[in-house]
C-alpha cells in the first residue's frame, strides 16, 4: 500500500519546464559549484524577502500596478543581495552579477507571485522556497556534475581570488570531459535528465496500473 502511494506521489510530479530565462540561468550559473551556490542563495533570498514583502506590506500596497510593484520589490532585494555579495567577495560579485540580476526575473516568469496570493503568509513563503529550491538545487546537481568532469576541480565561494578550489586536476587532454563543462554539455546533461526522470515516472504508472 505504502508503495502504491509512493508511485502516485512520484507520478504526480510533473517534469520541470523552465521557461527561456530559467534554461538561460541553468546553464550559465552551474559551470562551477561556488557560482551555483551564489545562485541558490541568490534565488532563496529574491523569492523568500519579496513574498515576505508583500505579505507584510499587503495592506498598505496598492492594488493597482501590482505588475509593476512586483518587478519593483524583486529588482530591490536583487540589488540588496548583490551588495551584500560585493561587500563580502568583490571578485565572487563581479563573476555573479548577471545572474543575480537574473534572480528576479526568475520570479516574475515562473508566475508564483499570483498563484500564493490567496495563501497565508507561511503557507506562501513556504512554498516559494520550496520553488527556488527545487530550481536552486538543479543548478547545482549539475554543477557538481559539470565542474569536477569538465574542469577536474569542486569550488567553494571564498578566498582572494573569490572561489576556493578543494581539488584540481588537469582535465586538458580529455576532450569529451572538457565538453561537459561548455553549454553544450549543460544542454546535454539537461536533456538526459529530463529523459531519465520520465522514464522512472512512466514506470512508476505502470506499476500502479498493474496493482
Known amino acids: 500500500?505504502?508503495?502504491?502511494?509512493?508511485?502516485r506521489l512520484f507520478r504526480s510530479i510533473q517534469v520541470p519546464l523552465p521557461s527561456l530565462t530559467n534554461t538561460f540561468f541553468l546553464v550559465i550559473a552551474s559551470g562551477r559549484t561556488a557560482f551555483a551556490?551564489?545562485?541558490?542563495?541568490?534565488?532563496l533570498w529574491v523569492y523568500g524577502m519579496t513574498?515576505?514583502?508583500?505579505?507584510?506590506?499587503?495592506?498598505?500596497?496598492?492594488?493597482?500596478?501590482?505588475?509593476?510593484?512586483?518587478?519593483?520589490?524583486?529588482?530591490?532585494?536583487g540589488s540588496f543581495y548583490?551588495?551584500?555579495l560585493n561587500f563580502l567577495n568583490p571578485l565572487l560579485a563581479l563573476e555573479c552579477t548577471l545572474w543575480v540580476i537574473l534572480s528576479p526575473v526568475s520570479l516574475i516568469g515562473s508566475g508564483i507571485?499570483?498563484?500564493?496570493?490567496?495563501?497565508?503568509p507561511e503557507d506562501a513563503l513556504a512554498k516559494a522556497l520550496l520553488e527556488a529550491l527545487?530550481?536552486?538545487?538543479?543548478?547545482?546537481a549539475l554543477a557538481l556534475i559539470r565542474e569536477p568532469l569538465g574542469f577536474g576541480s569542486l569550488s567553494i565561494p571564498g578566498g582572494t581570488w573569490g572561489i576556493i578550489e578543494l581539488f584540481n586536476r588537469d582535465t586538458e587532454g580529455i576532450i569529451p570531459l572538457r565538453i561537459i563543462s561548455s553549454s553544450t554539455g549543460a544542454f546535454l546533461l539537461l536533456g538526459y535528465g529530463r529523459a531519465l526522470f520520465r522514464y522512472y515516472r512512466k514506470r512508476a504508472g505502470e506499476a500502479e496500473d498493474t496493482e
Open 82 to 84: 548583490l551588495m551584500i
Open 51 to 77: 513574498i515576505m514583502g508583500l505579505c507584510l506590506g499587503k495592506p498598505l500596497l496598492p492594488r493597482k500596478g501590482k505588475k509593476i510593484l512586483h518587478v519593483f520589490l524583486s529588482a530591490l532585494f
Open 1 to 7: 500500500m505504502k508503495e502504491a502511494h509512493q508511485n
Open 37 to 43: 551556490l551564489t545562485a541558490l542563495g541568490a534565488l
Open 113 to 120: 507571485l499570483d498563484r500564493v496570493e490567496s495563501m497565508d
Open 134 to 140: 527545487v530550481l536552486g538545487g538543479m543548478i547545482l
